[in-house]
Structure formats: structure tokens, C-alpha cells
């Protein structure tokens, strides 16, 4: 069974989120994969937990549903590049995972090391809404970087705090 995290390095983590732009990763039979998302909030701070809602079209809800884990980061406004990259906003784009720097943590999952913030995530579990599935997941481990502020998402372009 995975440990969860504490309550203050979970607070800690969530305190670089205000309401803008993650990324979710996940891996499935030795292939990594990953999107963005908006629709991202805190559960639970005893058992730490995150909710993540994903569309039913593609691949990623079933992929993650699979996995059985997933990774959860938080970008910076120096990092607009990986939202659009991973949100396929990258003409050609290819493998958005290609030259960065990712590793593991607890669940396999993978992390990016650059990320403002990242949550690795067991799936604790799955909702069906529809066109959406709805994953809870129990956060094991957390890192951040020690500053930076987080790049937001607004009428349908990537911001920064400073654009408001």
C-alpha cells in the first residue's frame, strides 16, 4: 500500500496553485503520456487527495484509468511552452515529452523536473460524468521548486499573473 503524503508538504505543494494550467502524466506499458488540464482541485487534506476531470474522447482517460497512477504538475509562467506542448498546441509536435527532463517518483508516474510543482498520484478513485471521467487521486509524493509564480488560463490563452 502507498503512504500518502504529510498535510504540510501537501499544503505546501497546493499553495503554488491559484486555478491555471497542469499537466498530468501518466505511463502505460512503458509508454509515457500526457495532457493538459484545467479542471484540477484539492479533495482532501486528510487523506491528501486531487481531482483531476478528463474528456472521454481520446486515449488518456482509459490510459490513466489503467495506469492506476498519474502525476499532477504545476506550471510556471516561464513554462507556457509545456502547456501548450502537452495541450497539442504544437503544430507537428510529436513526443512532448522529447528533451525534458523527467523522472519518478513513488508510483511510476512520470514527473517533470522543471514543473513549478508536481503531485505524484495513485488512483484512489474513478467517476463516470458523461463525456468526462473524474479521478481522485491520493497524493504519496510532492516536490517544488522554491519560487515562481503560476501561469494562468483565461478566455482561451495562456497568461501570466501580470496580464490581469
Request: hydrophobic content about 45%; proline content about 5%; overall charge negative.
Amino acid at each position: 500500500m502507498l503512504l500518502s503524503v504529510s498535510a504540510d508538504a501537501f499544503k505546501c505543494a497546493l499553495s503554488n496553485f491559484c486555478s491555471g494550467v497542469t499537466v498530468v502524466t501518466y505511463e502505460i506499458a512503458g509508454r509515457k503520456a500526457g495532457l493538459t488540464v484545467s479542471a484540477f482541485c484539492s479533495v482532501s487534506l486528510d487523506p491528501p487527495l486531487v481531482l483531476v476531470c478528463i474528456g472521454n474522447r481520446g486515449a488518456a482517460a482509459q490510459g490513466m484509468a489503467t495506469a492506476g497512477a498519474f502525476a499532477v504538475h504545476i506550471l510556471s509562467t516561464k513554462q507556457i511552452d509545456l502547456g501548450s506542448r502537452f495541450g497539442g498546441m504544437v503544430p507537428g509536435g510529436g513526443d512532448p515529452f522529447d528533451g525534458l527532463a523527467h523522472s519518478t517518483a513513488v508510483t511510476g508516474a512520470p514527473i517533470l523536473q522543471d514543473s513549478l510543482c508536481w503531485l505524484d498520484c495513485s488512483v484512489d478513485a474513478i467517476h463516470e460524468a458523461g463525456d468526462h471521467r473524474i479521478f481522485v487521486g491520493r497524493v504519496v509524493d510532492t516536490g517544488a521548486v522554491p519560487e515562481g509564480d503560476p501561469v494562468l488560463y483565461h478566455q482561451r490563452k495562456w497568461r501570466t499573473p501580470a496580464d490581469f
